[in-house]
T-cell receptor, first 110, second 112 residues
């Protein structure tokens, strides 16, 4: 079992709809959770981080964390073609190592 | 402007050569990292450093070497021992190992 798992996609969502990206992790002692966006050929850029159970909203983005079920998700409301990218989930485990998922490719269809 | 600068953006290496990738940051971050990314893959950690003059191996350190003589700089050398070095190399930094990392623009290394 990989430490951080994401569905590789591609996930295709119509423009204006909600895109839902999921990530599961194996280390119950994980402390910090991050979502990065990576456009093709570019470096990852931080979108959101979340440390506590529940929801955290920032503009069109909402991160959701459920430590009991060991998953973290990212919702993108009113999806735009510019949101088309690969989304990487990263988790700081109990050894304070940052572990990366392989990413989910998101395609927003106009 | 504060940020992380990687150079060069593109690098070509001949078989048997060592090459050094540069990474400089002016964010006053203590921690710095080197990652390798292959097409369609996630990030794999090569080396990381929490403080000056100290660094630790990551998951795929074989064939690579680093130094951390200054807080701002964390160069990566890809040695001839690395048999498949063609990849996208990303340098990152963070205030410490507990917080989010910020990335440079990457160096794309190709063996010719």
């Amino acid at each position: 079992q990989k430490e951080v798992e994401q569905n590789s996609g591609p996930l295709s969502v119509p423009e204006g709809a909600i895109a839902s990206l999921n990530c599961t992790y194996s280390d119950r002692g994980s402390q910090s959770f991050f979502w990065y966006r990576q456009y093709s050929g570019k470096s990852p850029e931080l979108i959101m981080f979340i440390y506590s159970n529940g929801d955290k909203e920032d503009g069109r983005f909402t991160a959701q964390l459920n430590k009991a079920s060991q998953y973290v998700s990212l919702l993108i409301r009113d999806s735009q073609p510019s949101d088309s990218a690969t989304y990487l989930c990263a988790v700081t485990n109990s050894n304070y190592q940052l572990i990366w998922g392989a990413g989910t490719k998101l395609i927003i269809k106009p | 402007d504060g940020g992380i600068t990687q150079s060069p953006k593109y690098l070509f290496r001949k078989e048997g050569q060592n090459v050094t990738l540069s990474c400089e940051q002016n964010l006053n971050h203590d921690a710095m990292y080197w990652y390798r990314q292959d097409p369609g893959q996630g990030l794999r950690l090569i080396y990381y450093s929490q403080i000056v003059n100290d660094f630790q191996k990551g998951d795929i350190a074989e064939g690579y070497s680093v130094s951390r003589e200054k807080k701002e700089s964390f160069p990566l050398t890809v040695t001839s021992a690395q048999k498949n070095p063609t990849a996208f190399y990303l340098c990152a930094s963070s205030p410490d190992i507990y917080t989010e990392a910020f990335f440079g623009q990457g160096t794309r290394l190709t063996v010719v």
